[in-house]
């Protein structure tokens, strides 16, 4: 499978007694670079957050042997961010998708068509022991 990973989910949770505004960036490559976690040009904020309530809409996919950092900045001001610093959420563990240490076992047979002619027919059997 080309597509081996997974999807990490922000999860940010308000305890406030007041609404939270949010920018949320993130880095695949261990902080070298930064990407927004929304296409939100028309927003000073990327989310928000009611008082008591909790926001799972950001996710993002992740390479397997990759790990993701999260950051957010927060205001109570409606998208004023002047003077706020990122907030580096704790990293996601690295994405393992259990495909090292495996094995392929390969059994060719010979099929019998109708006509009495044979055809390889090959199975192809992968196993992996890697159970992190």
Request: hydrophobic content about 25%.
């Amino acid at each position: 499978m080309d597509d081996a990973g997974a999807t990490s989910t922000l999860s940010i949770t308000n305890n406030d007694n007041y609404t939270s505004y949010y920018k949320v960036r993130y880095s695949l490559d261990g902080g070298n670079s930064w990407l927004s976690a929304t296409d939100s040009l028309e927003s000073a904020f990327d989310i928000s957050v009611s008082a008591g309530s909790t926001n799972n809409t950001l996710s993002k996919f992740v390479d397997d042997g990759k790990s993701i950092i999260w950051q957010v900045k927060d205001t109570t001001n409606g998208g004023d961010f002047e003077g706020q610093e990122w907030e580096t959420v704790n990293a996601s563990a690295t994405v393992d998708c259990g495909c090292e240490g495996g094995t392929v076992q390969v059994n060719v047979g010979l099929g019998t068509c109708g006509n009495g002619s044979s055809t390889p027919v090959v199975k192809l059997t992968p196993t992996s022991n890697d159970t992190t």
